[in-house]
């Protein structure tokens, strides 16, 4: 069992920055694939990132790529989630999820876990 709570949102204006992280609780956290997906007001929640459990392996979704970046730190049990360059059209809850079998993936039907989310707000 995996436990997962989401920190490090707020309310930022557009073109600022802001890092999500995500603390996992669990023995096993090291050995998950972790992702962050987001859901904004009216809309399905989509992927935004993913990391394999060595960090090695990393995909993002295309509006993210070059203003986004995950990483995790085994030894806190924490992946983040730095955000920059930020767009209004990136409000929207963030998630945090985990993955008991390490392969990476964009489909939140694959991952096991989930955080309870955290907003993020980008003003124009």
């Known amino acids: 069992q995996v436990h997962l709570v989401e920190s490090g949102g707020g309310l930022v204006q557009a073109g600022g920055s802001l890092r999500l992280s995500c603390a996992a609780s669990?023995?096993?956290?090291?050995?998950?694939?972790m992702g962050w997906f987001r859901q904004a007001p009216g809309k399905e929640r989509e992927f935004v990132s993913a990391?394999?459990?060595?960090?090695?392996?990393?995909h993002y979704a295309v509006s993210v790529k070059g203003r986004f970046t995950i990483s995790r730190d085994s030894a806190k049990n924490t992946v983040y989630l730095q955000m920059n360059s930020l767009k209004p059209e990136d409000t929207a809850v963030y998630y945090c999820?985990?993955?008991?079998?390490?392969?990476?993936?964009?489909?939140?039907?694959?991952?096991?876990?989930w955080g309870q989310g955290t907003q993020v707000t980008v003003s124009s």
């Open positions: 999820a985990a993955r008991k079998e390490d392969i990476v993936s964009s489909s939140q039907t694959q991952y096991d876990y």
């Open positions: 669990g023995r096993t956290f090291s050995s998950y694939v």
């Open positions: 990391t394999s459990w060595s960090g090695g392996i990393t």
